[in-house]
């Protein structure tokens, strides 16, 4: 393990948040307030002078070798694309006649401060309402394909974190051979179905689009109902990807969520139901990438502290515990709402 202290986040000060800020002749008034992240830092800082009819901003401080700059450029500009469509997300403002900034490590955006809370996603017509939601966000995704920024992949979301892994000697000797078996068991058979992913049509995407990135305005509020704060993830891939996260609980629970969702996004686009048979093997693969996402990222002062349970033998136990499980999951008979 790295030593924390020579984190570049380490550098990442409260005097540098605001320098940066005042840098691009924003003037906070010294109230700041550090948001949940983990892959970048996040702060959110009041103004003594709005800017852009804005009195509180959110700045973000890109995780440096993550994205290149176009990368994130791209980013922005769907950001934008979506704005322009009407498609409810936060984008960066243009200071200085730029969306991207840099101080020294750090490559960062600014943008408005928008509030809400995660929504109800137990409510038929809160999920219908976010397949609306996702379905105009997918027709101008459909409309270019990114250039930059990479697709969801089953190398680069299975193979290659797995081989890093057990490359790095990350897996604690007495679960590594289990864990070995239960990864290539699941392997088979994700093989077996995801070329089934290259038969539908790969899209831009928000790429990490759980519950905690969707954030909900009371309906009275101008702008009220769902809104996405967080971009940083998004690739190119099959529409699936968008949805899956979103239904939870037992089969029925998730039939009934499928069919909301898919309800709403119908309404504004075609979906290929062959997708769904996609469903489980993006959720094995989130978790094997996961792990090594957890690992690559222990040298962040951050992770250790947040995360104390990763990594011991009970921790991977229950990974090979997920594998068997997806294993099964993923010949099961497709849910179909």
């Known amino acids: 393990m790295s030593d924390t ?14 320098d940066a800020l005042m840098h691009l002749g924003l003037w906070p008034d010294g109230r700041l307030l550090a948001l949940s992240s983990y892959e970048n830092r996040v702060y959110r800082l009041h ?7 804005h ?3 959110v700045v973000k401080f890109y995780r440096p070798g993550r994205w290149r700059r176009e990368q994130i450029l791209e980013e922005h500009a769907f950001a934008a694309e979506l704005a322009a469509a009407e498609v409810p997300v936060v984008v960066p403002l243009v200071l200085q006649g730029q969306t991207l900034h840099h101080d020294g490590l750090f490559d960062y955006s600014v943008s408005p401060v928008r509030g809400g809370r995660q929504p109800e996603l137990d409510d038929w017509d809160t999920l219908e309402w976010i397949g609306r ?3 105009r966000l ?9 250039v930059h920024r990479p697709a969801l992949d089953l190398h680069s979301f299975g193979r290659e974190p797995a081989d890093w892994l057990l490359g790095q000697g990350q897996i604690p000797l007495e679960v590594e051979r289990v864990w070995r078996d239960a990864f290539e068991a699941a392997w088979t058979v994700m093989q077996d179905l995801w070329p089934a992913a290259s038969t539908v049509s790969s899209l831009r995407l928000h790429g990490d689009c ?6 909900w305005t009371p309906l009275e509020m101008s702008g009220g109902g769902p809104h996405f704060v967080d971009l940083d993830d998004a690739r190119m891939g099959p529409a699936v990807q968008d949805l899956w996260m979103l239904p939870s609980g037992d089969r029925r629970q998730r039939t009934l969520q499928w069919s909301a969702l898919l309800e709403g996004y119908e309404q504004m686009r075609e979906f290929d139901r062959r997708e769904l048979g996609l469903v489980e093997v993006l959720r094995t693969l989130r978790g094997v990438h996961y792990s090594a996402w957890l690992a690559r990222r222990w040298s962040d002062p951050a992770f250790p502290a947040s995360f104390p349970w990763f990594g011991s033998p009970d921790y991977w136990r229950g990974q090979v515990q997920m594998l068997q499980e997806q294993t099964e999951a993923m010949q099961a008979p497709v849910l179909m709402p």
């Open 5 to 18: 202290a020579q984190h570049p986040y380490s550098q990442l000060t409260p005097d540098r948040v605001v």
């Open 47 to 53: 103004l003594d002078e709005p800017v852009q009819g």
């Open 210 to 215: 759980h519950p905690g990135n969707i954030l």
């Open 138 to 146: 997918h027709n101008t995704g459909a409309a270019q394909p990114f």
């Open 55 to 57: 009195a509180a901003v």
């Open 133 to 135: 939601f996702l379905g």
